[in-house]
């Protein structure tokens, strides 16, 4: 039986409700998240509100959120070596340096130590008990690609350009980035290389603001934010948002959520790729640009600022900006 217009509204009203929990959660994962509160948040009751989550995103309330904080801290222990392990902890939420030791191992089978020593060469997602096939990330950068640099004459930034085999150059600039007010409707599950999913998602965000006048060539920019780290976290629990910039007061109604983008300082790499390159490139700026840039990745979210329309360019290439948060090393 087809959806009803009045099924449809309420199904959207209800993924815009738990959509601005899960941004909420995402944001303040260094406070306490009650279920009164966060019920609050969503306007549903405190007695369905646990189930409705549940239903929607799979996973029960407070299996999300300390999912979510291990997963944040499992990043930040690689990526802030100058963190403490209870800093680390207190910073995503844990009570105390035990409860999240405790946590952790449960999550990943090892301590919170070991995964830092291992320095990545074992973290990921793959590494977790209910999964037995281990797989190292390689050591070989050098062989994959090779990084060169040079000083812009204008702007005396250094610019970095990454050769690799079978994909164009990619170009690094460290450089201030504005924040940005978005609109977007997200997807929660496998996306890599899906490039019919990303064409869905920013068609259905289109659907909604042309005729609310509110795409508006050039100065409007369209942006995928990505919530999750996929060598960390599960396929089916990945979480992308596709987004278009909006004026700070727009109205959003329906599937289409609304956050703020920080700005900041951003490893900006601009990049020439097809649909499914996206993951070799990210793998070249995080692996064989970052660990000799200086840099560190912030925990702000990063995202990918789209420039073109792939169908219409002669070899149906993506041009994109990969914007990585960073702050020095």
Request: charged share 25%; aromatic share 10%.
């Amino acid at each position: 039986m087809a959806e009803t217009p009045r099924q449809k509204f309420q199904r959207e009203e209800y993924t815009s409700r738990i959509n601005r929990v899960i941004d909420y959660i995402e944001n303040n994962l260094d406070r306490e998240l009650s279920l009164k509160h966060l019920a609050a948040v969503a306007n549903f009751s405190q007695f369905y509100f646990h189930r409705i989550f549940k239903a929607m995103v799979g996973e029960t309330l407070n299996s999300f959120i300390q999912r979510i904080r291990v997963e944040k801290a499992a990043i930040q222990l690689i990526a802030s070596p100058r963190k403490t392990i209870t800093e680390v902890a207190l910073d995503c939420g844990f009570s105390s340096s035990a409860s999240f030791a405790r946590v952790f191992k449960e999550f990943y089978n090892k301590s919170a130590s070991q995964w830092r020593d291992e320095a990545g060469a074992e973290n990921s997602k793959i590494c977790k008990v209910k999964n037995n096939n281990r797989q190292s990330v390689s050591n070989n950068r050098e062989e994959q690609s090779r990084v060169l640099s040079h000083i812009d004459p204008v702007t005396q930034n250094f610019i970095w350009r990454i050769n690799m085999a079978g994909i164009n150059d990619i170009q690094i600039e460290v450089k201030e980035m504005p924040e940005f007010h978005v609109a977007y409707v997200r997807h929660i599950g496998a996306y890599q290389a899906d490039e019919d999913l990303f064409r869905e998602l920013f068609e259905r965000l289109m659907r909604w603001a042309v005729p609310r006048g509110l795409f508006k060539p050039p100065e409007t920019l369209f942006l995928s934010t990505y919530h999750d780290d996929p060598k960390i976290t599960e396929d089916d629990k990945l979480r992308v948002s596709v987004c278009m910039t909006v004026p700070e007061n727009t109205e959003v109604d329906g599937e289409v959520g609304k956050m703020k983008i920080p700005g900041g300082k951003f490893a900006v790499a601009r990049c020439e790729i097809q649909a499914d390159q996206y993951e070799q490139a990210w793998d070249a700026v995080m692996g064989s640009w970052m660990p000799d840039s200086g840099y560190q990745p912030d925990d702000r979210l990063c995202y990918e600022m789209s420039l073109n329309n792939p169908d219409e360019h002669p070899e149906k290439l993506h041009i994109v900006n990969i914007c990585v948060p960073v702050k020095p090393l």
